[in-house]
């Protein structure tokens, strides 16, 4: 599994999403208040069983709200299997939003959760899409040391599907910026069985590598990442994508408050935030 939750990603591949774009795990930062994310991008998962290519493919993030992210993935791809017919189209499409409850401060993470929903645009009997609504539940946390980022987490996706089965999915990457170009990192991410109506029914735990080449930073970034199964399941996942972010410039107390019942909005996780 991909999942573009992680990962994101989300492109939908016909059984899960990515998410952390390149990666497979998410966190809980959201965009900026006022700022916008896009993302063009391809993405491959491929077992012995079948192989799922996903291109072009389109990501949006807004800061719609403090702390808060609405998010949608809009994708197209297609279904390789090793003995049977393929096919190519729209995928399910992604919708979403993160929420981070809880800002960091110098001692302290900050956690968040990112729910979604794959609305069932792809089509079902050509293997597609799921045929209905799924959906992702997840808790991330995260922080920065320095020029060092660690974030991660888990969920569990629930597919009411007949041949799926709900599953849990976990990960945790570690990354460091190199340089004024570079942001380099790696991450263990592990999906449980899937029954689907792509044959990835196993589990798998999967170790990828990855980052971002800084065109102009932050404004314009190259995404990439690659990644193999190291137990369960033989899997591979790539990611390939360009990424463009624009808004109107907050202060960071305007970017970290939020609504009055939010725990990010209190005044001790406020005023630790000029320490970033």
């Known amino acids: 599994m991909a999942a573009l939750l992680a990962a994101v990603i989300a492109v939908v591949l016909p059984r899960s999403g990515f998410a952390g774009p390149p990666f497979q795990t998410d966190d809980p930062e959201p965009v900026d208040l006022h700022h916008y994310e896009f993302y063009v991008f391809s993405a491959v998962d491929s077992t012995p069983l079948e192989t799922d290519p996903v291109g072009p493919a389109f990501e949006f993030n807004w800061g719609a709200l403090p702390n808060t992210q609405v998010h949608v993935v809009l994708s197209f791809g297609a279904i390789v299997p090793s003995d049977g017919p393929s096919a190519y189209g729209l995928l399910d499409t992604e919708v979403g939003v993160k929420y981070r409850f809880l800002s960091q401060t110098k001692d302290r993470p900050e956690v968040g959760t990112f729910p979604m929903v794959e609305v069932p645009t792809g089509s079902y009997s050509r293997g597609l899409g799921v045929g209905k609504a799924s959906y992702k539940l997840p808790i991330w946390i995260q922080k920065d040391f320095g020029p060092w980022t660690s974030y991660g987490g ?123």
């Open 154 to 276: 888990g969920g569990y996706e629930v597919v009411p599907q007949d041949g799926f089965k709900n599953f849990p999915y976990a990960g945790w990457l570690l990354q460091r910026d190199v340089g004024e170009k570079w942001t380099l990192g790696g991450e263990l991410w592990y999906h449980g069985p899937e029954g689907a109506v792509t044959p990835h029914v196993h589990s798998s735990t999967m170790f990828d590598f990855g980052g971002y080449y800084y065109f102009r930073k932050p404004a314009f970034q190259l995404l990439f990442a690659l990644g193999h199964s190291i137990a369960g399941q033989p899997e591979t996942y790539a990611y390939l994508g360009l990424y463009w972010t624009w808004g109107r410039k907050e202060s960071a107390a305007a970017a970290a408050a939020g609504p009055g019942w939010s725990f990010a909005a209190r005044p001790s996780a406020a005023a630790a935030r000029p320490y970033e």
